[in-house]
């Protein structure tokens, strides 16, 4: 699908810098049988993600979940929480758009990938108003039921260095690069 | 609306039903926000060829069933803004453009610790228009009191 066809939804500054091709960079991805397990060093991702009340709104409404507190500012001022709630989800938003393309964790990009569950640990809800960054490192890689499972252990932080929220990011993935070539050209990469 | 309170709260309590239905514009729409562009949830012609989960049609977002079911969550307790310390979910089927998903829980176990550290755990699934379940998830969530 061509860019084009996005824009009639964008609505933010980043929804219009965003690269909505995840074909172009694909033999930069990371592969599964290639992820280095002993170098266990955490990296950062390439982008910081400030926060604004419009993204917040946006993930909301593309959720299907206009709830006042997450899309008027005037409502939840007035709450005993006095601020816009942000869906918990949104770390996913946070995710894509902080690893970028060409460094660790661009794995997220794979065509084809398929998502079999998440899990994460909220220290801190995500606030209008912060840069967040993340740091990542392999945690985990294995095969159950002939499917190959890659995951990174993806924490988020704030401009003050506060650790917001530890996900634990996993996909099922082709095994080689040809399952990446493969799905690059229209074809099946997974074997299962 | 009454505020939620731990003493408010009994293992075993329904939590409030959403549903949805669900289209390709509602997967594009989810892309822009996510910044997922995975052609599996957008390229209907790649799709037919490629094939990820074998089947011949774009299908959602995992994290937009993990959306619907935290949904479940958020309907429950807000205005009220109680502290989700842990979120764990799984996807059982992909879901297809066309199909309607209803997202429902129950508060599963009461912790009852002491004021500040009490919490409860909910249990939220996702079903489709015909019962078949397409997420399973987890969440502990924190009391003030």
């Not at chain 1, 006042?68 to 995710?95: C, K, N, V, W």
């Not at chain 1, 993806?154 to 990446?180: A, H, M, S």
Request: hydrophobic fraction near 40%; charge should be negative.
């Amino acid at each position: 699908m061509d860019q084009k066809e996005f824009e009639k939804y964008f609505c933010t500054d980043k929804h219009r810098e965003f690269s909505t091709d995840f074909f172009s960079d694909a033999e930069a991805y990371e592969v599964w049988e290639e992820i280095d397990f002993s170098n266990l060093a955490e990296v950062e991702g390439e982008n910081t993600f400030t926060i604004t009340a419009d993204d917040a709104r946006f993930f909301a409404e593309a959720s299907l979940f206009s709830h006042p507190m997450m899309t008027d500012e005037g409502y939840a001022r007035q709450s005993d929480y006095g601020r816009l709630f942000i869906h918990p989800i949104f770390i996913t938003s946070i995710i894509f758009w902080c690893v970028g393309t060409k460094g660790r964790g661009n794995w997220i990009r794979t065509p084809g990938a398929r998502n079999p569950g998440q899990s994460c640990i909220f220290h801190e809800y995500l606030q209008v108003g912060e840069t967040i960054h993340i740091k990542m490192k392999p945690h985990d890689r294995f095969i159950k039921r002939g499917k190959y499972y890659l995951q990174y252990k993806v924490d988020l932080y704030n401009q003050d260095n506060v650790l917001k929220v530890e996900t634990f990011t996993t996909l099922i993935l082709p095994r080689d690069r040809e399952g990446i070539r493969k799905f690059l050209r229209g074809e099946r990469g997974l074997d299962d | 609306m009454e505020k939620l309170t731990f003493d408010s709260v009994s293992a075993g309590d329904p939590l409030p039903e959403i549903v949805r239905t669900v289209d390709q514009e509602t997967f594009w729409k989810f892309a822009v926000a996510s910044f997922d562009y995975n052609p599996v949830h957008c390229d209907q012609k790649w799709v037919e060829t490629a094939r990820p989960f074998t089947l011949t049609t774009t299908v959602g977002h995992g994290m937009m069933t993990a959306s619907f079911m935290t949904d479940v969550v958020l309907a429950w307790m807000l205005p009220t803004v109680l502290t989700i310390r842990k979120a764990s979910v799984k996807f059982t089927f992909p879901v297809m453009p066309g199909w309607t998903v209803t997202s429902r829980g129950t508060v599963a176990e009461k912790h009852v610790i002491a004021k500040g550290k009490n919490f409860v755990v909910l249990h939220v699934e996702a079903v489709n228009q015909d019962g078949m379940k397409v997420g399973l998830s987890e969440f502990s969530v924190a009391f003030p009191d």
